[in-house]
């Protein structure tokens, strides 16, 4: 990794992961916030999901949040499933930092939860994380359409998923 680390997210970051997501350019991409949530909506938001599983990048430089991910983890009947929320700074695009996120949400995943399935929501026009998430082996399942309005007309979304073989019990650590 060049000029980011990666590390757990924090309660003090979500003031910097919710202003990170409300970009626009970040925005554009996701399926989390409209214009002009307010930053305690965005925190709050942000608090709620402390009881998953959160990491950020961060610029070795400054220390500013530049990337997210989040995995949550499904309960009964979906304990072996779970989905995730991925947003980079947009001066951040194409420097590894979503692969760094990425690669760091399935070991968890797969090497500490046992999960055998995980999916993501992503918008159809967004190329470049449909090939990161190819690259990590996800394939998309199926299309949702008109499943969010964006800026004045509705946008289509895939469902896409990787699936994992299940973890082998070996009796030694």
């Keep these: 990794m060049s000029g ?3 590390r757990a997210h ?3 970051d979500a003031p910097a992961t919710a202003a990170l997501l409300m970009r626009p350019a970040v925005r554009h991409g ?3 916030f409209a214009p002009y949530t307010s930053e305690a909506a965005a925190t709050a938001h942000m608090d709620a999901a402390a009881t998953t599983f959160n990491i950020v990048a961060v610029g070795d430089t400054d220390g500013a949040v530049i990337g997210h991910i989040v995995l949550f983890r ?3 009947f979906e304990s072996h499933s779970g989905w995730f929320g991925l947003a980079v700074h947009e001066d951040w695009w194409r420097r590894g930092v979503g692969s760094a996120l990425m690669a760091a949400m399935i070991d968890t995943a797969h090497n500490w939860l046992g999960l055998t399935r995980i999916s993501l929501e992503v918008f159809t026009d967004n190329d470049p994380a449909i090939a990161l998430y190819r690259k990590f082996g996800f394939e998309i399942e199926g299309t949702m359409r008109r499943r969010v309005f964006r800026m004045g007309r509705y946008a289509d979304g895939y469902m896409m998923a990787r699936l994992f073989d299940p973890p082998k019990f070996s009796g030694t650590p």
Excluded: D, P, Q, R
């Design 4 to 6: 980011f680390s990666l």
């Design 74 to 76: 499904g309960k009964g």
């Design 30 to 32: 996701t399926m989390v």
């Design 10 to 12: 924090e309660k003090t």
